[in-house]
C-alpha cells in the first residue's frame, strides 16, 4: 500500500477533477465458503452508472466509461484500492477473481465445478489472467485455470504469477478468447481430482468423484457474460 500510495493518490485525484464525483466505488463480491465482502476499486464509469441497481457488464467500448477511467483500467490502475481488502483478510493478492452473487447463481447451474474456486480466497490476480483470460473470456476457461491454481498451489507459483502480472498489464497486444475460439486457448494440464468436496447449484457441500479437470467438460449453450469484468455505478 505504501508503494503504490502515490500512484493511488494522483489517480484519486484524477477521478475527482473530472466531475467532481466519488473517487472510489464498492461492489458487494463473494469470498471465501461464498461468503459476501465489499470490493473496493477506483471508480472508472460516470456517477450513477448503474443507478437502476442492476449490475451491467462493463466492455471496453463501454461508453459508461470516462476518459480517466480508460486509463487506468487499461493499466489496471483501478484494482489497486483491492490491497485494502487483502489488508482487511477478505482477499489475497493471488487467487481467482471475486464474482458478483447475481452471476454466481447463475453459473453455478451451468458450468461444471464452478463453486470449486470459492474454496479459497479470491485474489488481485490469478493464473486465469496472466494467460489473458479476462474481459470478453470464456468463463469455462477461467474456472479451469482456477481449478489448475487450487490443485498446483504453492509458494513458489504465486511468487510466479505475482511477477507476471506487470506484464500482462501493459501488454497492448495481449488477446482476447472466447469459448467458441477453442484455437487460441491456453491451458493448463489439471493432476485428477479423486475426491473433492464441492458445493453443488442449491449451495450446499456434497462429496463425491470428479473427473480430470482437464478431461471433457460440458459445453454451455449460450455464450456466457464476464461476472470478474468490474462494474462501476455504486
Known amino acids: 500500500?505504501?508503494?503504490?500510495?502515490?500512484?493511488?493518490?494522483?489517480?484519486?485525484?484524477?477521478?475527482?477533477?473530472?466531475?467532481?464525483?466519488?473517487?472510489?466505488?464498492?461492489?458487494?463480491?463473494?469470498?471465501?465458503?461464498?461468503?459476501?465482502?465489499?470490493?473496493?476499486?477506483?471508480?472508472?464509469m460516470i456517477q450513477d452508472a448503474e443507478k437502476d441497481g442492476v449490475a451491467r457488464l462493463a466492455g471496453d467500448s463501454d461508453d459508461r466509461i470516462t476518459p480517466v477511467g480508460k486509463l487506468i483500467r487499461k493499466l489496471r490502475i483501478d484494482e489497486l484500492p483491492q490491497l485494502f481488502n487483502v489488508l482487511l483478510g477478505s482477499m489475497s493478492l493471488v487467487g481467482p477473481r471475486p464474482e458478483i452473487p447475481h452471476f454466481v447463481e447463475h453459473f453455478k447451474n451451468v458450468i461444471p465445478l464452478y463453486m470449486v474456486k470459492h474454496y479459497v480466497k479470491p485474489g488481485m490476480t490469478g493464473l486465469a489472467q496472466i494467460k489473458g483470460l479476462r474481459g470478453d473470456t470464456s468463463v469455462e476457461d477461467r474456472i479451469h485455470e482456477d481449478i489448475a491454481y487450487i490443485e498446483n498451489w504453492s509458494f513458489a507459483l504465486d511468487v510466479y504469477i505475482l511477477l507476471k502480472t506487470p506484464f500482462k498489464a501493459f501488454n497492448k497486444?495481449?488477446?482476447?478468447?472466447?469459448?467458441?475460439?477453442?484455437?487460441?486457448?491456453?491451458?493448463?494440464?489439471?493432476?485428477?481430482?479423486?475426491?473433492?468436496?464441492?458445493?453443488?447449484g442449491d449451495g450446499n457441500a456434497e462429496s463425491g468423484e470428479v473427473e480430470s479437470v482437464a478431461g471433457e467438460k460440458e459445453t454451455v449453450e449460450a455464450e456466457q457474460p464476464d461476472p470478474c469484468e468490474e462494474n462501476d455505478g455504486k
Request: hydrophobic share 40%; no cysteine; charged share 30%.
Open 1 to 44: 500500500i505504501i508503494i503504490s500510495s502515490p500512484i493511488m493518490i494522483v489517480t484519486a485525484l484524477a477521478i475527482k477533477a473530472y466531475d467532481k464525483g466519488p473517487a472510489f466505488y464498492k461492489q458487494v463480491r463473494l469470498t471465501l465458503n461464498g461468503k459476501e465482502f465489499e470490493i473496493i476499486k477506483f471508480r472508472s
Open 173 to 200: 497486444s495481449e488477446k482476447y478468447v472466447s469459448a467458441e475460439n477453442t484455437e487460441e486457448k491456453d491451458t493448463t494440464v489439471v493432476p485428477e481430482v479423486a475426491e473433492l468436496e464441492y458445493l453443488n
